[in-house]
């Protein structure tokens, strides 16, 4: 819970503090009477005004890399995603180890409490500096490896839709709104799962996985570069990415330029990926058609590149239907495919099979027969043709 926000102008920072004498003492009380237990800076502090900044506030005080650094923490899912983050981590802590008493690590490292004196402070630095080591060896051993990893995960049975896009473009919206159903018919199978993937059945009865990636942040700090891409990585084995963007954002050309740069940059340019144009309730409505869109944030090359469009609102619902429609058309896995079948009157497990995993388009009763006509999956009419 935000307790208090606060915003200082200042012509020059403050070497000791960054914020003015007179800003602590006002955030100092703030904290007090509000039982803060932590302030964050939407700046970077150097580890001397960290030190300055907690003793004043007498609470815990982070900056603005180090809250990137925990979102990325939690974010990272892949063995290279979490060695990269737990590197800036340790680069992040190294020069902010004198002073401290209390414990260094918030997120694993395992460094532990120190006691005072320079005997101390060295045995750390020598042991931070040799888990940076052991951790860019390991690094190493992961890029060798990847190809095969890579291999290995494609047998997952469920593909994956990963959704892409600048914090704030509506990620986590869209992403509760599309899979809330989905979470309640299967909660169980999916209990032990991170909370940023859930199952999702789309209009064709097909299963898919969604999952709300770590998102784009302006003016990344250079130094957590490697560490968010290494996060982002996740995306290279999803069968679909859905690139979100806040269309209603004057910075949202920029933004989608941005993305599919990244997204190429980490080998994800060839998986199939839909532009959704989100907060088109925003948009003054003679402009809030994907068309028009798409061709103010992509020039003309954008349709033409071959990429869908759809504008939506997460927050209205508005365009849901036609989102999830050009999901089931683009998704490569287990393509949609019209079938034929002749059955018997009495076979109605295959019957509740085509009404399950797929979409029965009519049914025509002949005698002791029944012939159905449906859209299926592929492997479901392999598996059915087979019998
Ligand atoms: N007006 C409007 N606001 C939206 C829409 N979708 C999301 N938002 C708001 O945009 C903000 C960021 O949304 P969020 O889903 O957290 O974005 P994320 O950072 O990409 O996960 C929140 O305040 C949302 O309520 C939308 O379609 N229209
Ligand atoms: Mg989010």
């Not at 959704?163 to 979470?183: D, E, H, I, P």
């Not at 004057?250 to 907060?279: C, D, R, S």
């Not at 759809?310 to 050009?326: K, P, Q, R, T």
């Amino acid at each position: 819970m935000v307790i208090e926000r606060a915003l200082q102008t200042r012509a020059a920072p403050e070497a000791a503090t960054l914020i003015g004498r007179g800003k602590v003492d006002e955030l100092a009380a703030a904290v007090k009477s509000g039982e803060a237990g932590m302030v964050i800076f939407d700046q970077d502090l150097s580890p001397t005004q960290q030190r300055n900044l907690e003793k004043a506030l007498a609470t815990k005080v982070i900056d603005r890399t180090q809250l990137i650094l925990d979102i990325f923490a939690s974010r990272a899912r892949t063995r290279e995603g979490r060695l990269q983050v737990e590197l800036a981590q340790l680069n992040y802590m190294l020069p902010r180890l004198a002073g401290h008493g209390v414990e260094m690590t918030r997120q694993g490292g395992g460094i532990g409490t120190r006691g005072p004196g320079e005997t101390q402070l060295e045995t750390d630095r020598r042991r931070i500096a040799k888990r940076i080591k052991a951790v860019e060896l390991e690094l190493e051993g992961v890029r060798t490896g990847r190809a095969l990893h890579r291999r290995r995960r494609t047998a997952v049975p469920l593909a994956t839709l990963a959704m892409a896009g600048y914090t704030n473009a509506g990620k986590s919206t869209l992403f509760n709104r599309l899979t809330q159903a989905g979470v309640l018919a299967d909660a169980k199978m999916f209990a032990t799962l991170d909370p940023t993937v859930r199952p999702l059945i789309l209009p064709s009865r097909r299963r898919v996985l969604v999952s709300d990636t770590v998102g784009f942040i302006r003016n990344l700090p250079t130094t957590l570069v490697k560490a968010f891409r290494a996060t982002l990585e996740e995306v290279n084995e999803a069968a679909l990415v859905l690139h979100l963007v806040d269309a209603s954002s004057p910075v949202a050309a920029e933004h989608t330029a941005h993305v599919l740069q990244v997204l190429a940059e980490i080998g994800a340019a060839q998986i199939p990926q839909i532009l959704v144009l989100n907060k088109i309730d925003r948009v003054d409505s003679s402009e809030a058609d994907a068309g028009t869109l798409q061709r103010r944030l992509m020039g003309e090359a954008g349709g033409h590149a071959g990429m869908r469009a759809v504008a939506i609102s997460a927050i209205s619902g508005a365009g849901m239907e036609g989102l999830l429609a050009a999901i089931d058309e683009v998704l490569p896995m287990d393509p949609l495919v019209r079938t034929t079948l002749d059955l018997s009157a009495g076979d109605g497990a295959t019957l509740a099979m085509l009404h399950e995993f797929g979409r029965v388009l009519s049914t025509r009763y002949e005698e002791n027969r029944v012939v159905v006509e449906a859209e299926v999956p592929e492997s479901l009419e392999r598996r059915l043709r087979a019998r």
